[in-house]
Structures are given as structure tokens and as C-alpha cells.
């Protein structure tokens, strides 16, 4: 089933690549196990089908918005919105990004919740932001400098002389010619290579790690943990998309949590449940449906901004 999850996410996201399909098809021949699993991971898939395609359409909305920002006066009003209710601040403010966003609101580069964009940068390099992120730059003659304040960046580097670093509450990464992944999340930073490599230096004991291409690893300011292989659907989100193969509910309501609107949160009873498929993010409530009629769970609303994920009793 792990392998058939696998196979299934790799396709879903290369779905021309010629020597992705003749290893899927090899793989495939080799015994009958392979193909019940495959049978059954494309049965759970296609559940998802009108998702995927909705999620088509959402990528090329986001585009289309991209051009067109709202001022920061008009920003601020939605904020003193949302904010207006003692409760809703609160929760607001303990329970989403909408905290990193405050203490960045005046970032070089920022996404609201539920909104995915990318930029070029003036070397060339390309980044793209995730929902509810935030990021400064500074770039100086002799250094290529990005601050991490919330949120999630995919970064790919262009080739040139001066360094290039990402700095993080954690501490510091120095790409080495790369593509690749950076989180910040309570009191840790989500690392994860896609091509090259990354040095991660710890903030706190300067402890250092070269993480290759294929690896991914978390560290705090003193520590840094071992890595483990690379999630190639990591750079999904960057296409509109939530890859998913065989992870918690808790984690994927971690991962969701960014591009829904108010509090998103899971019962412990629940929260190892397994959960497999591809998402489009630009709609979490129809998400949240299909795992409510796939998953024993009931999602409850007690009021507009408060979603808690409970056991179907």
C-alpha cells in the first residue's frame, strides 16, 4: 500500500514523464499484491477526481489574481475586521498564522491565508510563497540574504557568485546550488532538498549539517535531527495542490490550516487516521466534506470561524 501510495503521488504529480511511467509499469507487473494495491489506491483517487479538477481551475484563478493587489489601507481594514470580537482575535491570533503575519505585516513579500504566489527576485532566483507566509530580503554585494518570518518558502536558486542564505528563527541555511524547502514552524524549521544541497547552522550552538538532495530534516536553535527522504510532493502547494501519501489527519490539518479561514483543529482520538489522495487548496470546506464521508469523523461548526475535526460517534 506504501509503494501503491507512492507510485500514485509520483504520477499524480509528473504525469508525462516517460521514465516515471516505465518503472510505475514494471513495478506494476511484478506481482499480484502490486496490482490489488494499485486497484485500490486508484479507487480511493478517483473520489478525488472532480477535486483535481476543480483544482486545475484554481491554479489558473490564483494566476490571474496575482495581478491585482489590495492596497494596505484596505488590508488593514479586513484585519480591524477580523479582530473586532474579542474571541475572534484571540482565537485568531493563538490558533492561526494570523500572529507572523502581524509581526510581518511589513515584509518585502506576504500571502493571506488560503493565497499561493511566486516571484522572481532580481538575481534571477525564483521563490514561491505559501499561504499566510511572509518574508524579507536583502540583498547586499556581497551576500543574498532571505528572512523567513512565518509561513513556507519553495526556493530555487539562480547561479551566481555571492552566497545565498535563508535565516530562520532556528538559524541559518546556505544553499549550495539548489532547489528546495523552508518552514517555520513553533520554535523549529522544516528543511527539505529537492536538488543540490542546503548547510543548516543552528542559531544557538552553531552545530552545522550538509542536507543532500532527496533528504529533509527539522532543527532548533541548538539541535539539529536526523534527515529522512525527501517528500517529493512538498512542492505541490506551489501548483495549487495538497500531494498526500499516507499521512496523519493531524499533520495534513497542520498542512490545511494555512489556507483555511479561521480556527482548524483535531480531536486526539482522530488524529492518527490515515489519509491519502490529492487535494486542490483553494477550497478547504469541500476538502474537509470528502474527508468527513471517507474517514469516521464528523466536522463540527459551532460557529462561522471555529472547525474542529471529532470521532463519527
Do not use: K
Not at 490489488?36 to 481551475?57: H, I, K, N, P, S
Not at 524549521?189 to 542536507?211: D, M
Not at 498542512?255 to 492518527?272: C, D, I, M, N
Request: proline share 3%; glycine share 10%; net charge neutral.
Amino acid at each position: 500500500m506504501r509503494q501503491a501510495a507512492d507510485w500514485y503521488a509520483r504520477l499524480s504529480a509528473d504525469p508525462h514523464d516517460a521514465a516515471i511511467g516505465a518503472a510505475w509499469r514494471r513495478w506494476h507487473g511484478q506481482s499480484e499484491a502490486h496490482r490489488q494495491a494499485w486497484r485500490y489506491v486508484e479507487r480511493v483517487g478517483r473520489r478525488f477526481a472532480a477535486l483535481q479538477e476543480d483544482g486545475d481551475t484554481a491554479v489558473r484563478t490564483l494566476r490571474a489574481a496575482r495581478r491585482t493587489e489590495l492596497s494596505r489601507r484596505q488590508a488593514l481594514r479586513t484585519l480591524g475586521v477580523l479582530s473586532g470580537g474579542a474571541l475572534l482575535g484571540w482565537f485568531g491570533w493563538r490558533d492561526t498564522h494570523l500572529a507572523g503575519l502581524v509581526a510581518a505585516w511589513c515584509a518585502d513579500y506576504r500571502t493571506a491565508t488560503g493565497e499561493v504566489r511566486d516571484f522572481l527576485l532580481a538575481d534571477g532566483t525564483r521563490i514561491w510563497l505559501n499561504a499566510a507566509s511572509a518574508l524579507d530580503s536583502d540583498y547586499q554585494p556581497r551576500l543574498r540574504r532571505l528572512h523567513l518570518l512565518a509561513g513556507e518558502v519553495l526556493i530555487d536558486t539562480a547561479f551566481e557568485d555571492r552566497p545565498f542564505v535563508v535565516d530562520t528563527a532556528e538559524g541559518r541555511l546556505r544553499a549550495l546550488g539548489t532547489r528546495f524547502s523552508v518552514t517555520q514552524q513553533d520554535g523549529h524549521t522544516r528543511l527539505a532538498v529537492f536538488e543540490g544541497a542546503v548547510e543548516v547552522r543552528t542559531a544557538g550552538s552553531g552545530a552545522a549539517r550538509i542536507v543532500r538532495a532527496g533528504e529533509q530534516l527539522r532543527f532548533d536553535r541548538r539541535a539539529i535531527g536526523d534527515p529522512e527522504p525527501a517528500a517529493q510532493a512538498r512542492q505541490a502547494w506551489s501548483r495549487g495542490l495538497l500531494l498526500v501519501d499516507d499521512m496523519s489527519l493531524a499533520e495534513f490539518v497542520e498542512e490545511l490550516s494555512g489556507h483555511h479561514r479561521g480556527y482548524l483543529g483535531v480531536a486526539p482520538e482522530v488524529a492518527g487516521l490515515r489519509v491519502m489522495g490529492t487535494y486542490p487548496l483553494h477550497d478547504s470546506e469541500r476538502i474537509l466534506g470528502m474527508l468527513e464521508g471517507a474517514l469516521p469523523i464528523v466536522v463540527q461548526r459551532p460557529l462561522p470561524w471555529w472547525t474542529s475535526i471529532e470521532a463519527r460517534r
